[in-house]
C-alpha cells in the first residue's frame, strides 16, 4: 500500500482533462482572467478543488522569468489612510497570487526611497507599488528611472507610472454638499496637514463646493491628523462659535473635535453639525455616531493590483483609475435649526 508521498501530485493537464477544457482555459481560470465564462470557471474551480491542484509557483518562475513578487513602498502607515491602503493592496496581491515585500520608511525623502528601491531590485521584484501621502515622492521615483512597473497608490499617474486614487476632491464635496442642503452656510474645514496629497485635494473640494454654492470659505484651520489637534482645534471653534458646520479632514480629527464641543456645551448636531472623511470602524460608535465620508480601500487595491499586472503580465502602458467615495449619513449631522450658533462679529 503506497503512502502520502507515492501519490502523483495534480498537473494542470489533469485539471483541463477532467474539467473537459483546454489547459489554457484552466490557466486563466488560475489566474483569474475575466474572460472566462462563469459556468467554465466555476467547473473547473470544481475540478481543481477535487484534486487538490496548486499552480506551482517556482516551476511557473522558472518558464516566465519573473518572480511572483511585488515591492511596496509605504511611508506614514501609523496613519489610518495608509495604512488601511497597505491592507488592501496586499489583500489584492495575495489573491492574485503575488507574494508582497514591503518597505515602510519613516521618512519619504529621496535617500530613503533610493535604497529601499534598491532593496527591491535586489530581491527581483516584478514591480513596485508605492503609498504616497505627501508631495515629492513622484518626483524622486521618477529621478530612479526605474526598470520595473511602478502603480502610485495615492494619485494618479504620472509619466510612465500607473496611479490608482480615491478621489479625494470628490468626497469633500459629497460632505459640503450634505451639510449646504441641510441648509448651513457657515462651513468650516479643519484639513490635514496641507503637504499631503489627499490633504490638499479634500481641502480644494470644500472650496469648490461652496464657492459653486456662492459661500464664503473663510473659516480654514490646519490640523494634523490626531484626534488632539482636533480637540485643540475644536475648542477655539467653541469659543467663536463662528461656523454652523464643520467638515473635517478626518475621523479622528472629528472625534477630538466632539469631544471639546461636548465639554463647551455645544450640542451636535442640533448646534452644530460635523462631518468626517474616511468611515473608520469606530465612526459609527461616536457620540453622536458620526457622518462621514467612506473610502473602499478594499477596491482600491484590488484596482492597483489589476494595473500591475497588466503592466507585467501584458506590457500595458502605465494608466491611472479612480475610486469614487461614498457619503455615509450618520447622527451627526442634521438640518440647520434657529438656535444654531451665529457668526460671531469681526
Same mark, same amino acid.
Given at each position: 500500500m503506497g503512502n502520502?508521498?507515492?501519490?502523483?501530485?495534480?498537473?494542470? @493537464?489533469?485539471?483541463?482533462?477532467?474539467a473537459g477544457v483546454s489547459h489554457q482555459t484552466v490557466s486563466?481560470?488560475?489566474?483569474?482572467?475575466?474572460?472566462?465564462?462563469?459556468?467554465t470557471r466555476e467547473r473547473v474551480e470544481a475540478v481543481i478543488a477535487e484534486l487538490g *491542484?496548486?499552480?506551482?509557483?517556482?516551476?511557473?518562475?522558472?518558464?516566465?522569468?519573473?518572480?511572483?513578487?511585488?515591492?511596496?513602498?509605504?511611508? @506614514? &502607515? /501609523? +496613519? *489610518?489612510?495608509?495604512?488601511?491602503?497597505? &491592507?488592501?493592496?496586499?489583500?489584492?496581491a495575495r489573491e492574485a497570487e503575488y507574494f508582497v515585500s514591503i518597505a515602510a520608511l519613516k521618512e519619504s525623502g529621496a535617500d530613503s526611497i533610493a535604497d529601499a528601491v534598491r532593496h527591491f531590485t535586489d530581491q527581483g521584484v516584478d514591480g513596485i507599488i508605492v503609498i504616497v501621502p505627501r508631495e515629492g515622492t513622484l518626483q524622486a521615483l521618477e529621478e530612479l528611472n526605474l526598470a520595473v512597473p511602478v502603480a502610485v497608490v495615492?494619485? /494618479?499617474g504620472a509619466g510612465r507610472f500607473s496611479g490608482a486614487m480615491v478621489d479625494q476632491k470628490l468626497g469633500a464635496r459629497l460632505a459640503v454638499a450634505h451639510l449646504i442642503s441641510r441648509g448651513h452656510r457657515r462651513i468650516g474645514h479643519i484639513s490635514g496637514p496641507q503637504d499631503w496629497i489627499d490633504a490638499a485635494a479634500r481641502t480644494a473640494g470644500w472650496r469648490e463646493e461652496m464657492a459653486e454654492a456662492g459661500l464664503e470659505a473663510d473659516l480654514l484651520v490646519e490640523g494634523d491628523w490626531s484626534a488632539g489637534s482636533g480637540y485643540r482645534i475644536g475648542q477655539g471653534l467653541a469659543e467663536? =462659535?463662528? !461656523?454652523? !458646520?464643520? #467638515?473635517? /479632514?478626518?475621523?479622528q480629527m472629528? &472625534?477630538? %473635535?466632539?469631544? !471639546? #464641543?461636548? @465639554?463647551?456645551?455645544?450640542r451636535v448636531p442640533r448646534d452644530v453639525s460635523v462631518v468626517g472623511f474616511d468611515d473608520q470602524p469606530e465612526a459609527a460608535y461616536f457620540m453622536p455616531p458620526l457622518t462621514t465620508v467612506r473610502q473602499d480601500f478594499e477596491e482600491l487595491g484590488r484596482r492597483?493590483?489589476?494595473? %500591475? =499586472?497588466? +503592466?507585467i503580465e501584458d506590457g500595458a502602458a502605465g494608466s491611472t483609475t479612480v475610486v469614487n467615495p461614498e457619503l455615509v449619513v450618520r447622527a451627526s449631522t442634521s438640518t440647520m435649526h434657529i438656535s444654531a450658533p451665529r457668526q460671531a462679529p469681526r
Open positions: 502520502s508521498s507515492d501519490r502523483q501530485v495534480p498537473r494542470l @493537464e489533469d485539471v483541463a482533462a477532467r486563466r481560470v488560475v489566474n483569474k482572467h475575466p474572460n472566462v465564462s462563469k459556468a *491542484y496548486r499552480r506551482n509557483t517556482a516551476a511557473r518562475s522558472l518558464v516566465t522569468r519573473r518572480s511572483q513578487t511585488i515591492g511596496v513602498l509605504g511611508t @506614514e &502607515l /501609523g +496613519q *489610518y489612510g495608509p495604512a488601511n491602503t497597505l &491592507l488592501g493592496v496586499q489583500q489584492a495615492g494619485t /494618479g467663536k =462659535r463662528s !461656523a454652523t !458646520a464643520v #467638515f473635517v /479632514g478626518n475621523d472629528a &472625534l477630538g %473635535m466632539l469631544r !471639546a #464641543f461636548g @465639554e463647551a456645551g455645544i492597483c493590483m489589476d494595473m %500591475m =499586472r497588466a +503592466q
